[in-house]
Nanobody, 116 residues
Framework: QVHLVESGGGLVQPGGSLRLSCAAS????????MGWYRQAPGKQRELVAA?????NYADSVKGRYTISRDNAKNTVYLQMNNLQPEDTARYYC????????????WGQGTQVTVSS
């Protein structure tokens, strides 16, 4: 069983920055496709960024967010700059095995609130 624990969320003013962390149990970061999703109240969960063989970003965060991974620490990060109120959501870490169906795991999420 894979466990993912997110941290780093909080309240930030528009234009500010936060860095989210996702600590994974076991040495999976170097194997799995690691992603960050977010879900705002009343909206569907959406992909923000993913890192596997390639790195992908939602159009709404391109140029502002950066996903990175530290394989030695089994940790994935999401650096978020120039945050805006529309970025307010609960952010979830996801780990998905690139080949094995069903090996898809979620963290409990961390809240990001952008407000003045």
């Amino acid at each position: 069983q894979v466990h993912l624990v997110e941290s780093g969320g909080g309240l930030v003013q528009p234009g500010g920055s936060l860095r989210l962390s996702c600590a994974a149990s076991g040495s999976i970061v170097k194997i799995y496709v690691m992603g960050w999703y977010r879900q705002a109240p009343g909206k569907q969960r959406e992909l923000v960024a993913a890192s596997g063989g390639t790195t992908n970003y939602a159009d709404s965060v391109k140029g502002r967010y950066t996903i990175s991974r530290d394989n030695a620490k089994n940790t994935v990060y999401l650096q978020m700059n120039n945050l805006q109120p529309e970025d307010t959501a609960r952010y979830y870490c996801n780990a998905r095995h690139p080949l094995l169906v069903g090996m898809n795991y979620w963290g409990q999420g961390t809240q990001v609130t952008v407000s003045s």
